[in-house]
């Protein structure tokens, strides 16, 4: 067998056309040396190139095994090749799984929650007697919709402006108020798309903060925040008092530390741990199923009180359930295959702003932020140089959580 070279194969699942989309971008024009053949178990390709030779596993398993696939006369002397791979008949071509990373029926009842990077215990094992998930980030609105709608109610159009502030107030005192929010409950743990969020008498070992490590404290009260303050700053970052990594931030709305899933570990079914792509993966997805938008924006949440950042990120959700192999990257990776390019903060408020606007807004911290522009330039560069663009725009590749077990 010949040494590995510089040629790359990239395979891609077709799940709705029940194809698989093969690439190899090679080191140097094709010539009479260059082979790419199937193997007879249908599951990996192998690619000869003069000297090199690199195999890949593809994403699923295709038809016509034992088979060399043929170079096209227009493809000879090209340096990227390609080819459309049928999908075998006993293959699935549906992805499996919830894309929701740690819903609340998979975290064991009573797990504690330790800090990512130093194993420090935040949330005591046993503190939490129940997990629940929390609705969707719009459910207020939508209840208030249901209550002024609903079918059996009829409407008066001449009523006067105290009727109307009188039914706000109802609803509002029934929780259902565009102003409500669910508060944290001692012994809950509360499960978000992106976040676990918990009373803070549950927690232990964090640091609260206006701004960076060294000007916060273990006890909150002890920072004296007059009203005015509170209203204003809405959140307190949250460390961890050991390795002073940024595990969240304390919310004086809800009265809950709210943990972020990437920088906590907790005990689930799959015993994976989610990173911040499937996240954000689960938030994209999550929110083209609630406005139907599949264009959002992802604004970066400074993480001190000084710091700024004049990035965001513009994506364009194109399949938000692929599963893809890459010489570069061998293990079939479930995906959301997205464009995205950066824009300045200044853009991306004129285009939320605007009435005609369909992006959706997203939040993240600055740091997260930060190591999603890593994945999607790592990802843009798995992809054959030919489909790495498309006019301004990068395509990048998401990771995609799919719950196991």
């Given amino acids: 067998m010949g040494s590995f070279d510089d040629s790359v194969l990239y395979a891609e699942l077709l799940a709705n056309i029940r194809q698989i989309s093969l690439a190899a971008s090679l080191s140097s024009p094709s010539d009479a040396s260059t082979q790419v053949a199937l193997s007879s178990d249908c599951r990996t390709v192998e690619l000869r190139h003069r000297d090199g030779c690199n195999q890949l596993m593809l994403p699923a398993k295709a038809s016509f095994g034992g088979t060399l696939l043929a170079i096209q006369d227009k493809q000879k002397g090209a340096v990227t090749l390609t080819w459309r791979l049928p999908l075998d008949a006993s293959s699935s071509s549906h992805s499996s799984g919830d894309p929701t990373p740690w819903s609340a029926i998979d975290l064991d009842t009573g797990s504690g929650v330790t800090c990512r990077q130093c194993s420090i215990e935040v949330v005591p094992s046993g503190s939490v007697k129940v997990w629940k998930d929390l609705p969707s980030e719009n459910w207020a609105e939508m209840m208030e919709f249901w209550h002024c709608h609903k079918p059996d109610h009829h409407h008066h159009h001449n009523r006067g402006a105290g009727s109307w502030k009188a039914d706000a107030e109802s609803l509002a005192a029934r929780g259902y108020g565009a102003s409500s929010a669910i508060s944290a409950q001692e012994g809950v743990g509360f499960v978000d798309l992106r976040t676990l969020l918990f009373a803070e008498r ?5 640091m609260f903060s206006r701004g960076s490590y060294e000007q916060g404290s273990t006890d909150r009260q ?3 925040l007059g009203d005015s303050e509170t209203a204003q700053i809405r959140n307190l970052n949250v460390f961890c008092s050991s390795c002073r990594a940024q595990l969240g931030f304390f919310n004086f709305r809800t009265a809950a530390v709210t943990l972020l899933k990437w920088q906590i570990s907790c005990k689930g079914a799959s015993g994976a741990v989610p990173g911040v792509s499937e996240c954000l993966g689960a938030t994209l997805i999550a929110t083209i199923s609630r406005s139907g938008s599949s264009k959002s924006l992802i ?11 004049d990035k965001a990120i513009h994506v364009w959700v194109l399949n938000s359930s692929i599963v893809y192999s890459s010489t570069n990257a061998p ?12 824009i300045r903060r200044e853009e991306a408020d004129k285009m939320l702003e605007a009435i005609t606007s369909d992006a959706q807004e997203i939040n993240l911290p ?16 798995l992809l054959p140089p030919p489909e790495r663009m498309f006019k301004e725009w990068k395509v990048g590749l998401l990771t995609r959580w799919e719950a196991k077990g």
Avoid: F, M, W
Wanted: glycine share 2%; proline share 9%; net charge negative.
């Fill in 202 to 206: 549950d927690c232990r070992n964090v």
């Fill in 222 to 224: 002890s920072l004296q």
């Fill in 299 to 309: 604004l970066p949440i400074p993480e001190t009180a000084q710091e700024t950042d």
């Fill in 331 to 342: 293990q079939p990776t479930p995906a959301i295959k997205l464009l995205y390019r950066l």
């Fill in 366 to 381: 600055t740091q997260a932020l930060g190591e999603v522009i890593r994945h999607l330039d790592t990802s843009n560069a």
